[in-house]
């Protein structure tokens, strides 16, 4: 029997999930009945770590409290371990507080053990509670007692371990300087820097001092762990450099894949949720039948199950919504900044541009006609370049202007122009060779006009598209919409979506087409 325990140890010593509690319950029930009491205690604490695997956590904390209860008090090592599996546990649901008492309690009998590396780890598991109870001071006190201690009995895998979740909690505190010297100690093992939460602390550190460059490689480097939480904050990063760079487009796809992997962990957060119900269901199903309380046990499930249901859908439902809106929110002020761009673009590039620069020319003409007078003739050649300069522009603009003149002239005359204009006078019927055609066109003649449209927002569909070619190309809306097989107020009324879509408020259907007509 003594060998079946050694089996259920090993197997937790390797960190590989145990599967069933068939096995250590035949231990269980052997060293019980031979009142073995060391050995009983240590099958109940193993009895509770395969509880944990099997999310059995309720169980759990029932065996565990055993141990404590059967162990006898000379007995550190497995009263330290009980101690510090209720302290995750209780973490874990969220009983920060309590999760202390234990996790103190563990270390206290670790210190009666004098085993300095689980010294290292009950100190470490004091600071990382104490983060959660949004306790900093207290938090990186039991970080560094944790480091200190490592360097102390000389063990640097110990010491990278910490340094890599206290450098993590430095960022989060913006304390970037001691974060950076607790990355540099916690890289110093292959094993640790190539760990998930290595490069997670290195990428968010460079993000947060503004070194862009060295932020991407780690988040890229995340993308290679393949799981779905390296995911979300590697896109989570990217798009927050992209955007910092002002490429747009770019921010937008990375926050798509952000908010993929965000629902991915809300599934994954709804399963384990599901899991914990089921294990509570499963518990209290438990202890009914072995109290003969069969006939009370269906009305307790039911209402058991309907409770903790109607928590769990509220719950999802406000996470749900908190994430639609949050989305919402960030793709409205990216379409926002990629909106102001195309705007100063197109002022730069338009007639308002033109006026000022001949405002400006003429006022240095002035200057320079005021400026012969003086002896400075470095004044003079001041003035005179940033004339130049000027008048070099307004060239540039007018050569554009012409262009796109020249380009809208072609457009006009073309076949297709025609054609659809023909086929809204005798109430005809596009092919979609017809639509490819015309968009080619009008991308031709008006700088990518389509792919800018998409850019301001990006779920814009086929039908909305035609319509603002169609605007494009100067046909009226009763044209518009016999063109596409709407009514005019289906059409109004997409237009008017449109707007308020890409910008924000609210817009006529003749806002629309006015924005449309300058972009």
């Known amino acids: 029997m ?19 509690d068939s096995l250590i319950r035949e231990v269980v029930t052997f060293y019980q ?31 565990f409290l055993k141990v404590i209860d059967m162990a006898d008090e000379e007995n550190y090592l497995l ?10 546990l209780f973490l874990y649901q969220g ?34 509670t104490y983060t959660t109870l949004q306790q900093p001071d207290s938090a990186l006190h039991y970080y560094i007692m944790a480091r200190d201690w490592a360097i102390k009995i000389d063990n640097p895998e110990l010491e990278e371990m910490v340094c890599s979740e206290l450098g993590g909690y430095y960022i989060d505190l913006g304390r970037y300087k001691e974060a950076y010297e607790c990355i540099q100690v916690a890289v110093g093992d292959e094993r640790q820097r190539n760990s998930v939460s290595t490069l997670s602390v290195l990428a968010d ?77 499963d518990y209290q199903q438990y202890h009914l039948e072995n109290n003969s309380l069969r006939q009370e046990s269906t009305r307790q499930k039911l209402l058991i199950v309907f409770l903790l249901l109607a928590v769990l859908f509220f719950g999802l439902v406000l996470v749900g919504y908190r994430q639609y809106r949050k989305r919402r929110e960030r793709e409205a002020e990216l379409r926002y900044e990629r909106l102001q761009q195309l705007q100063r673009e197109q002022q730069q590039q338009g007639e308002q541009q033109h006026r000022q620069n001949l405002q400006r020319i003429e006022a240095l003409e002035h200057a320079l006609r005021e400026a012969r007078t003086g002896n400075d003739p470095a004044v003079r050649e001041l003035l005179q370049s940033q004339k130049d300069l000027v008048e070099k522009n307004n060239e540039q603009i007018e050569a554009r202007q012409k262009v796109r003149h020249q380009a809208v002239a072609a457009l006009r005359r073309s076949d297709i122009y025609h054609r659809f204009h023909r086929l809204a006078d005798e109430n005809g019927k596009p092919g979609e060779a017809d639509w490819l055609q015309l968009e080619e066109a009008v991308d031709a003649a008006y700088e990518r006009f389509s792919t800018r449209l998409r850019e301001l927002y990006p779920p814009l569909r086929d039908v909305e598209l035609q319509v603002c070619l169609l605007v494009k190309i100067d046909l009226q809306p009763s044209q518009v919409a ?11 009324s997409l237009r008017s979506r449109l707007y308020a879509k890409v910008f924000g408020q609210k817009g006529s259907p003749d806002d629309w087409d006015a924005f449309l007509k300058e972009l």
Do not use: C, W
């Open 2 to 20: 003594y060998y079946k325990l050694l089996t259920v140890k090993a197997r937790d010593k390797a960190y590989l999930p145990h599967l069933s």
């Open 95 to 128: 009983m920060s507080q309590k999760g202390l008492e234990a996790h103190k309690n563990s270390y206290k009998y670790k210190l009666l053990l004098g085993d300095d590396n689980r010294i290292v780890f009950g100190l470490r598991d004091i600071g990382r």
């Open 205 to 281: 550190y460079y993000l947060q001092v503004g070194q862009l460059d060295s932020a991407g490689y780690y988040y890229r480097r995340l993308l290679d762990v393949q799981a779905p939480l390296a995911f979300y904050a590697a896109y989570h990063g990217l798009a927050s450099i992209a955007r910092q760079r002002g490429e747009l487009s770019q921010a937008l796809a990375y926050y798509d894949r952000y908010m993929a992997y965000a629902d991915t962990l809300r599934e994954m957060a709804q399963e384990e949720a599901m899991g914990k119900i089921k294990s509570a269901y």
């Open 79 to 88: 009263k330290g371990l009980a101690y510090a599996q209720i302290g995750t």
């Open 33 to 63: 009945k031979e009142n073995n009491k060391n050995l009983y205690a240590e099958s109940l604490y193993y009895l509770g770590r395969v509880h944990v695997d099997l999310q059995q956590d309720a169980r759990a904390l029932e065996e």
């Open 482 to 492: 016999a063109l596409i097989l709407r009514s005019r107020q289906a059409v109004a």
